[in-house]
């Protein structure tokens, strides 16, 4: 019985905390330096911009959806605004500009996804390419755009000293996109969990058609979701080009998508919605670390990290299908 | 008879005096006329020459292309780039597009985004009578010409620099690898090395790969500063990732005791980045020098008569490691004023 019960407990979360915490252990072991303060807060800002874009994938996936064009709004949406900053418009237009420009986006996606039936993994993986290809094109004439001295995104380098005061924590230590990250993910935990339209999320990618039928606003609701994941996507590419004082619109093309997606899954975040929150992002995101940190401390070739990635996340789906077996009363035909 | 005899005599007179002017038309010629101008007009006159770099959209290919446009449509060439933007699959097709399409070009400028992927493609371009150059990128393909670094001695350069920034410190140097498949990486990789050698009390204590990406050099160049505190210089393959190991020194507050040498395309950025001393020292490609030999080799190409695929000529670019002492007002080149024509 006992065993039983043991198995029940099992959730994916829980494998994977458990994963995290041996890796982590391992490594605590074996690794010189691992254990260090630095290196920890290392662990958790390497993975601050992957955890905030899964945070809005999270928010995306719950609900029974997808949103492969995450990583090319983050890119394009910066570069274009840092575009304009270069080419000499004032700094709120430009602001104004793209903010609409990445809430087009999202809606246009939620549109494809909520009204015109489109599953989200072809309107966005259409949406995608279309913004990268549209902004490289027309909008921004070089992969990496510098940003101009003096921007107030060089201030997001560091938390401000007023901020480090009114709050009497000594917060100047951690990097700030560990703060935000914990921010983002705090915020959209409070929505998911405190709020009427957090629950329709979760009933919507439980059952869609009962959400329906209870009167809840599905479509409008589907919409909102993709414009929320383009605003949190807008916001990392923020924090990349402070922290970086550029943004390379070459991560289009890298693996970054498929990361933000393997940090959801491993977390414990069913593909197939309705399950897992922020909690689980947040697990996924430092076994990912972890592991990263951990590769790079050893010296692993690049192609082998990707193998090792890979093979976890393919162990991840795996055994998201035998725990959060799919419903055969809800599954339904362009169900990702 | 007497009229026919007077207009014959008349008709000999003309004929002669044409004659006469002649010859003396044709000696004038070759006192004065450049015997070479006909035959290189005719030569190089509407002769393509398309170049295809890895992407369009960073600073050396949009140099290259700039310059070379301007020297090939002056010499009464046309010009054409394709952009595989980082693409190898694209590019690849793009070559094919290009050998196999109706207007086929007589000149293809390749720059290769690896050892070996294009060489059956470059070879069918010769057999259709194309010259291939490559660039930048070395590739294992007798190309008609190689123009470029010679990423070994730029290796070298930039093992000199690290060594000489760090004297009278701790010996420890990292590098941040481009990836393990391109010639600019490996070669550069081996020239450090040799360097190395031959400062025994060297060691280089981490080699991560960046991939060509900025935040995986910042997160390799963070895990490598604190594994190995006393590091005193970091190597990174390219300034387009070194933006990212510049951003880890400067988050370990390390940028005093940490020397950042990297190499790169030589614009304007390099050489601010050197100025406020994010890069301790760059080897700088020299564009114009760069292209113009490009420029050079694709025209002796086309009046060589030799048959493309059957010789290899390998031009190396004349490099140096630049740092913050010697940069001058013309250390770098401004891609903006290159466009906007400025030569």
């Known amino acids: 019985m006992a065993s039983i019960k043991f198995f029940r407990n099992l959730t994916q979360e829980r494998i994977v905390f458990g994963l995290a915490l041996a890796v982590f252990i391992a490594c605590a072991f074996t690794l010189n330096g691992f254990l260090a303060t630095d290196n920890l807060i290392a662990i958790v800002r390497s993975v601050s911009v992957l955890g905030i874009l899964a945070v809005g994938m999270g928010i995306v996936i719950i609900g029974r959806g997808i949103d492969l064009s995450a990583v090319a709004i983050m890119a394009m949406s910066v570069a274009w605004y840092l575009q304009m900053l270069q080419s000499g418009v004032p700094g709120g237009q430009a602001l104004a500009l793209t903010l609409a420009g990445v809430v087009a986006i999202g809606l246009i996606n939620g549109f494809m996804v909520a009204y015109a039936d489109v599953p989200a993994i072809f309107a966005t993986l259409a949406s995608g390419a279309f913004v990268y290809g549209f902004c490289r094109s027309q909008l921004v004439h070089q992969d990496a755009t510098p940003v101009p001295q003096g921007n107030w995104i060089e201030g997001l380098e560091q938390i401000p000293d007023w901020f480090d005061q009114a709050v009497h924590i000594p917060l100047?230590?951690?990097p700030v996109e560990v703060f935000f990250f914990s921010s983002f993910a705090f915020v959209a935990f409070l929505f998911l969990r405190f709020t009427k339209w957090g629950h329709y999320v979760y009933l919507m990618g439980d059952n869609f058609m009962a959400a329906r039928n209870m009167g809840i606003p599905v479509r409008p609701m589907t919409v909102l979701r993709y414009v929320i994941s383009a605003l949190i996507a807008f916001s990392a590419g923020i924090l990349t080009a402070a922290s970086l004082h550029s943004i390379n619109v070459r991560v289009v093309n890298s693996t970054l998508l498929y990361d933000v997606i393997l940090v959801v899954v491993i977390g414990g975040i069913g593909l197939s919605g309705g399950k897992g929150g922020m909690r689980n992002v947040i697990v996924g995101a430092l076994l990912i670390g972890i592991m990263l940190n951990g590769m790079t401390i050893i010296d692993i070739p690049n192609i082998y990290q990707n193998l090792i990635k890979a093979t976890i996340l393919l162990v991840a789906i795996v055994v998201d299908s035998l725990v959060n077996p799919r419903d055969e009363q809800t599954a339904q035909q362009g169900d990702i | 008879m007497k009229l026919k005899r007077m207009l014959a005599a008349i008709a000999l007179v003309l004929l002669g005096a044409l004659a006469v002017?002649?010859?003396?038309?044709a000696a004038d010629d070759v006192g004065t006329q450049d015997p070479g101008a006909k035959p290189y007009a005719e030569a190089l006159k509407g002769k393509r020459v398309v170049l295809i770099p890895m992407a369009m959209g960073f600073d050396l290919a949009q140099g290259w292309a700039?310059?070379?446009?301007?020297?090939v449509e002056n010499w009464g060439g046309v010009f054409?780039?394709?952009?595989?933007?980082w693409d190898v699959n694209a590019h690849a097709q793009a070559?094919?597009?290009?050998?196999?399409g109706a207007q086929k070009p007589d000149v293809l400028v390749i720059h290769s985004p690896d050892l070996n992927s294009f060489s059956k493609l470059l070879k069918k371009a010769q057999k259709e009578g194309i010259y291939v150059v490559l660039i930048d990128n070395p590739m294992n393909f007798p190309a008609d010409a190689f123009v470029g670094s010679n990423w070994y001695h730029l290796g070298e350069l930039e093992a000199e620099a690290a060594v000489k920034a760090c004297e009278g410190k701790s010996k420890q140097i990292g590098l941040v690898q481009g990836d393990a498949a391109n010639a600019s990486s490996?070669?550069?990789?081996?020239?450090?090395?040799?360097?190395?050698?031959q400062h025994p009390d060297f060691k280089v204590v981490a080699e991560p790969f960046s991939n060509w990406d900025p935040t995986t050099s910042r997160n390799v160049t963070t895990t490598m500063?604190?594994?190995n505190p006393d590091i005193c210089a970091v190597i990174d393959f390219w300034d387009g990732d070194a933006t990212g190991a510049s951003a880890a020194i400067k988050d370990a507050g390390k940028t005093d005791q940490v020397a950042l040498v990297t190499t790169g395309g030589g614009e304007t950025v390099d050489c601010k980045a050197l100025e406020d001393g994010t890069f301790y020292a760059v080897v700088m490609t020299e564009l114009a020098g760069q292209s113009r030999d490009m420029n050079a080799i694709i025209k002796f190409l086309l009046q060589s008569g030799v048959k493309p695929g059957t010789s290899t000529t390998y031009i190396y670019t004349l490099e140096k490691a630049t740092t913050k002492a010697d940069l001058k007002p013309t250390s770098c080149w401004d891609l903006k004023s290159l466009q906007a024509g400025a030569f």
């Open chain 1, 172 to 174: 100047a230590a951690i």
């Open chain 2, 21 to 25: 002017n002649t010859v003396a038309t």
């Open chain 2, 66 to 71: 700039a310059y070379l446009k301007h020297e």
């Open chain 2, 80 to 85: 054409e780039t394709r952009d595989p933007n």
């Open chain 2, 95 to 100: 070559i094919t597009d290009v050998i196999s």
């Open chain 2, 186 to 197: 490996i070669y550069q990789y081996n020239g450090i090395m040799n360097v190395l050698k």
């Open chain 2, 225 to 227: 500063l604190q594994q």
